[in-house]
C-alpha cells in the first residue's frame, strides 16, 4: 500500500450518527455481526500498534489504553435500561438510539498516572514531568483510537468517535465493570451497515469545514 492508498483511506474516514428508534432497533444478521465482530476484534489488535512513550506498568500490560467492547445484543439492551439508570436524561439524547442501530461500541479509556492532584512531589519541575507523562499516555491513547477507526473504515465500517455523554460517568462505569482508575478517551460507535433497514443518519457538524492546511500550518 502506497501513500496515496493511505491518503484516501484517512479522507475517506468520516463522523456519521446513526440512529434508530429504541423500540426498533437494527437487527443485523448473524452474518453481517460475525464479520463485523472478527473485523473489529482485528482491528482492535492492530491498532494497538500506536507508539506509547511511558510503561504505564498496569496490571502487567505497559500500555496506557484500554478497551471495553459491547457487542449488538449487549449494546441493544443498554439503550432500554439507559431511561433507567439515567432518569434525567433528556429527550434529545441520541446515545441510545445510536446504541439501538451501531453493530457495535468500543469504549475506549485511558489510566492516567498522576492526575486529580496524586503528584508524589511538591517540586515544580517534578509536576511539570508528572503531568508530562499523562499528556504522553493521553496523546497516545488519541492515535490508538484514531488506528482503530482508520482500520475500520479500510474494511467498510462506519466510525462515530463520542466524547461519551453518560458513559463517562461513574454510574456507567460500575454497571460496565470498568475500573474507577480509567478515565473514557472515546466512545467508538461501529456502524455494521443494516441488512435491512436505513437507519436516520447525521453528519458531524464539522465534517464539511476543514481549513486548508496553509491556514494551520508553519514552516521555520
Not at 62 to 73: F, G, M, N, Y
Not at 93 to 115: D, I, R
Not at 179 to 201: C, G
Request: glycine fraction near 6%.
Amino acid at each position: 500500500m502506497d501513500s496515496s492508498q493511505i491518503a484516501s483511506i484517512i479522507k475517506r474516514r468520516q463522523t456519521w450518527k446513526v440512529l434508530a428508534p429504541v423500540d426498533q432497533p437494527i437487527i443485523h444478521s448473524r452474518e453481517t455481526l460475525d464479520r463485523g465482530d472478527d473485523a473489529l476484534r482485528e482491528a482492535i489488535a492492530v491498532a494497538g500498534w500506536a507508539p506509547f512513550h511511558y510503561d504505564r506498568a498496569v496490571d502487567g500490560v505497559k500500555e496506557p489504553w484500554r478497551v471495553h467492547v459491547l457487542d449488538q445484543t449487549k449494546c441493544r439492551s443498554l439503550a432500554t435500561e439507559f431511561a433507567g439508570l439515567f432518569p434525567d436524561i433528556k429527550p434529545t439524547n441520541k446515545l441510545p438510539t445510536m446504541l439501538s442501530a451501531c453493530g457495535a461500541l468500543a469504549l475506549v479509556t485511558w489510566l492516567p498516572q498522576f492526575s486529580h492532584g496524586a503528584h508524589g512531589n511538591n517540586d515544580a519541575v517534578a509536576k511539570d514531568k508528572q503531568t508530562q507523562v499523562d499528556e504522553e499516555h493521553l496523546a497516545a491513547t488519541s492515535a490508538y483510537v484514531q488506528n482503530l477507526m482508520l482500520l475500520l473504515t479500510a474494511d467498510g465500517f462506519g466510525t462515530y468517535w463520542s466524547s461519551g455523554g453518560q458513559f463517562r460517568t461513574m454510574p456507567m462505569f460500575e454497571h460496565l465493570s470498568i475500573p474507577a482508575n480509567e478515565r473514557l478517551l472515546a466512545a467508538v460507535f461501529v456502524d455494521y451497515a443494516s441488512d435491512s433497514s436505513s437507519p436516520e443518519r447525521i453528519a458531524g457538524k464539522l465534517q464539511d469545514q476543514r481549513s486548508p492546511s496553509d491556514k494551520w500550518t508553519r514552516w521555520v
